[in-house]
């Protein structure tokens, strides 16, 4: 059987989901960004997350951060929409742009918790009054994270436009896995996929190239990567797959949800980020993939961890 344990977490509130039989389960602290900091498969715990409570209101490298209303880098922090100017913070310092949205600093609410023998699952919800300029569209934001007793953890995120007008919406997840101490200790697996060209300011030049290095499993090694990839059109189903020392990590999504994804191995090299995406880098920009939600309309989308 799941059980639920609660924790003081600095200000916050951690809830631990767990299965003492399998060894699977999550912690997670609604309070600031509903925000994942462990994920445990047969007591090992797959997931690099903040560790303490200032760890986690200090946000560096954007650990399990929720990116939405647009994931990745917005030039300038400008875009339009419907006629009118809006401009996000620029707290991307390296690449003078805006990045990652700002519902990572939003305080959920716990509105859903089930525990049955084979799963557990809890529901946070953030209702947006649309109280920065930068993004005055108000919605409702649900993100529901479950585990299975079989070794699958899943993401679930629902969105409901509460705006008199239609708004625009990219989202993502910033994750960062281990199986083992190193990054460079892993093989990574990528599916048929074409890089998204960058610039210096990491964003997109328009051009995309095939990219077959990981096509099939390929040490990591001491490769650098903090890149936007585009799934092919053949992939209906992709998968992200690490390996280390006989064990695998597997994300699997769909690519009409998220036909984006992000690599990057960090210059700490413990841990490597896999993040789905449901838009292209600078989507608000050049529409890439970017999702238009109607007036009272909702939009969801979701994905799959599995460990073997």
Not at 199 to 211: C, I, V, W, Y
């Amino acid at each position: 059987m799941f059980e639920l344990t609660q924790s003081p977490f600095g200000k916050y509130r951690l809830y631990h989901l767990h299965h003492r039989e399998s060894g699977n389960g999550f912690s997670i602290v609604p309070g600031l960004g509903a925000n994942v900091l462990e994920i445990q498969f047969s007591g090992q715990n797959v997931l690099d997350g903040y560790q303490s409570p200032e760890e986690l209101e200090a946000g560096k490298w954007g650990k399990s951060a929720l990116l939405f209303p647009f994931p990745n880098r917005l030039r300038d922090g400008h875009y339009s929409w419907l006629g009118r100017d809006y401009a996000f913070p620029i707290n991307n310092a390296a690449t003078q742009n805006a990045i990652h949205g700002f519902v990572r600093h939003e305080a959920f609410e716990v509105t859903r918790i089930e525990l049955t023998t084979e799963n557990a699952e809890i529901t946070c919800r953030l209702d947006y009054r649309g109280h920065h300029a930068c993004y005055p569209f108000p919605f409702t934001l649900e993100a529901t994270f479950g585990i299975t007793d079989r070794g699958a953890f899943s993401a679930t995120f629902f969105v409901k436009n509460r705006h008199r007008e239609a708004i625009p919406a990219g989202l993502g997840w910033h994750p960062y896995f281990r199986l083992g101490e190193r990054a460079d200790a892993h093989s990574l697996q990528l599916p048929a996929c074409s890089i998204v060209e960058i610039n210096e300011r990491m964003l997109p030049t328009g051009a995309r190239t095939p990219h077959g290095t990981f096509a099939q499993s390929a040490p990591v090694g001491e490769t650098v990567l903090d890149n936007c990839f585009h799934v092919d059109e053949s992939n209906t189903l992709y998968h992200l797959t690490l390996h280390h020392n006989g064990r695998s990590l597997t994300l699997a999504a769909s690519r009409d949800l998220f036909p984006f994804f992000q690599v990057f191995t960090p210059p700490h090299r413990e841990s490597i980020a896999l993040e789905p995406m449901t838009c292209n880098v600078n989507a608000f920009q050049n529409g890439d993939g970017l999702v238009t939600i109607p007036p009272a309309g909702d939009w969801s989308a979701a994905f799959l961890l599995e460990y073997r």
